[in-house]
């Protein structure tokens, strides 16, 4: 069974970068598509990024000049980094496995970040 | 980008229901279209694939159907827990986008 964990800070203060990390468990990070979508509060869910073949990247364009996906494979583990945030970026963080041929079908449960000072 | 619309918005239904949403891609898409559903504090699940491919578990009161630009998503007989928020997502070219949901509500 595979599951996905978010972990990272639930308050960023505006300027900074938000930096949040996706827990693997019953999947290789090396194998598959890995992303990071999110949610805004009453909102649509966006698209932020994956990575894939244990480093290689695709980036929302919106975001793409704030946005760093990486991977430690060590930790079995994958992370988000988003840059100069605003208030616009807080949102329920989520990270998935995928694209895949069935969509993303692994999800982790979510993680509110709130950006405020 | 490619623009995801949905409608209704929201509908309210009754258990045993008939249950039928739409989703519209602002091109053509042609069979890259999945439906996911979401509960309050959960994340989304994944239903349908391909347009019409019934994701492994899935009951099948849900199907799916269209190509191109129109897509529906039928609930063949509302159940108690399918009372959720359902979205299309295109996935034929990035950035993947979702279209704004869909609420089914109790009547």
């Known amino acids: 069974q595979v599951q996905l964990q978010e972990s990272g800070p639930g308050l960023v203060k505006p300027s900074e970068t938000l930096s949040l990390t996706c827990t693997v468990s019953?999947?290789?990070?090396?194998?598959?598509?890995w992303s990071w979508i999110r949610q805004p509060p009453g909102k649509r869910l966006e698209w932020i990024g994956y990575i894939y073949n244990s480093g290689s990247t695709n980036y929302n364009p919106s975001l793409k000049s704030r946005v760093i996906i990486s991977v430690d494979t060590s930790k079995n583990q994958f992370s988000l980094n988003l840059s100069s945030v605003t208030a616009a970026d807080t949102a329920i963080y989520y990270c998935?496995?995928?694209?895949?041929?069935?969509?993303?079908?692994?999800w982790g449960q979510g993680t509110l970040v709130t950006v405020s000072s | 980008d490619i623009q995801m619309t949905q409608s209704p918005s929201s509908v309210s239904a009754s258990v045993g229901d008939r249950v039928t949403i739409t989703c519209r891609a602002s091109q053509d898409i042609s069979s890259w279209l999945a439906w996911y559903q979401q509960k309050p504090g959960k994340p989304p699940k994944v239903l349908i694939y391909?347009?019409?491919t019934l994701q492994s578990g899935v009951p099948s009161r849900f199907s799916g159907s269209g190509s191109g630009t129109d897509f529906t998503l039928t609930i063949s007989s509302l159940q108690p827990e399918d009372f959720a928020t359902y979205y299309c997502?295109?996935?034929?070219?990035?950035?993947?986008?979702f279209g704004p949901g869909t609420k089914v509500d109790v009547e």
């Open positions: 019953g999947d290789s990070i090396s194998s598959d598509y």
């Open positions: 391909a347009a019409s």
């Open positions: 997502q295109q996935a034929n070219s990035f950035p993947f986008t």
């Open positions: 998935a496995r995928g694209p895949t041929r069935s969509g993303l079908d692994y």
